[in-house]
């Protein structure tokens, strides 16, 4: 995204999407370093230095980048809330089998009520992050932009995940904490739900915003 109309006021009125090639001259890329969380993924930053592109690399509509930038992330909302949602359920499933085969004073741990109602919240949220996220999707599916709909999806996902995360580590215990057992990576990598397109205080604005309309 560049500046395209110096004029413009505010500045974000003239913004346009234009490709920029990997192998252009002036592109260059630097690891940022180790994250957190999704180590799999790499993460750098790009600098551009008196990188020149056809006008034809133009994506959609000359100064209105900012905008389609902005209907992207109806969508890419939707993939961050399904993306939350697997991170806590694959938490869940392993935190589930773990009390239901690890035993103390005598009996499977699965059978403290206190490790049950654990289950049942966990469960709940997972549950309630599924729906919302499956509805946003639908929505999207039918041609429906919902700025609101697709930032309480993420919200909700990426909170359940963080929250759901947390308690598969309370579950195993100091297992939970090891590299050896895979609820410390999805605690890691759950976070991120919470940052990337856009913070859940960013949702929290982008549906306010919604529900209020312009205020005079």
Known sequence: MCQTDPEASPGYRGMSLILVEADRT????????????????????????????????????????FYQVLEFFDESRILIAAQALGTAQGAFDRALAYIKSREQFGRKIAQFQVNQHKLADMATKIEMARLMTYKAAWNFDQGRIDPKLTSMAKMAAARAAVEVCDEAI???????????????????????TELYEGTREIQKNTIASALLGKLK
């Open 170 to 192: 309370q579950l195993l215990g100091g297992y939970g904490y090891m590299q050896e057992y895979e609820v410390e990576r999805f605690a890691r990598d759950a976070k991120i």
């Open 26 to 65: 002036g592109v260059s890329t630097t690891d940022v370093g180790a994250k957190m969380g999704i180590r799999m993924m790499h993460t750098a930053e790009v600098t551009f230095k008196d990188v020149r592109v056809p006008s034809s690399n133009l994506i959609g509509k000359e100064n209105k980048g």
